[in-house]
């Protein structure tokens, strides 16, 4: 077996060698998990899901919950937890983001649509890589709950 030893791909969970100190005592494994966020696994195909649009920078799926008759999800494939978790090599992605979501709109002829980005639990965030709901074709109240 080559070390570190990998789990498969759906356990994402990674043996680290011990250090040297460590390694007197071969109880002392460190475990590091690396929990791959669901929409990642959908990237890579782990899991299935209604692809409506890819390219090299992000995905919009259906929502598996639809709240509306066009419930989509914008995601990024790089792995942001949210948008408090953005940074400067960011930069451009929410853009890019949003004109893939007004072209896939605009192909369907929808042209009222409401775009939504929760931002942590007290948010209603529940999956945590960043991802804008569009939803549309229903007609949507104000304030939302
Ligand atoms: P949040 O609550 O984080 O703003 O939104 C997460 C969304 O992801 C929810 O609307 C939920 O229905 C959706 N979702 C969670 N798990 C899956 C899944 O496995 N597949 C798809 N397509 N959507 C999912």
């Given at each position: 077996m080559s070390w570190p030893w990998r789990a498969p791909q759906s356990?994402?969970?990674?043996?680290?060698?011990?250090?040297?100190?460590?390694s007197s005592n071969l109880h002392n494994f460190t475990f590091i998990t690396s929990l791959k966020s669901i929409?990642?696994?959908?990237?890579?195909r782990e899991i299935p899901a209604n692809i409506i649009f890819e390219d090299d920078t992000c995905i919009i799926i259906e929502d598996?919950?639809?709240q509306a008759p066009i419930h989509y999800l914008a995601i990024p494939k790089r792995e942001i937890k949210g948008i408090s978790d953005l940074s400067d090599?960011?930069?451009?992605?929410?853009d890019h983001l949003?004109?893939?979501i007004k072209n896939e709109m605009s192909k369907k002829r929808i042209k009222d649509y409401r775009l939504v980005i929760n931002n942590g639990s007290?948010?209603?965030q529940t999956v945590f890589h960043l991802h804008i709901h569009v939803l549309a074709n229903r007609t949507l109240?104000?304030?939302?709950g």
């Open positions: 356990a994402q969970l990674q043996l680290a060698r011990p250090s040297q100190q460590q929409f990642s696994q959908i990237i890579d598996i919950s639809p090599t960011d930069d451009g992605i929410i949003m004109i893939a007290e948010a209603g109240g104000w304030p939302p």
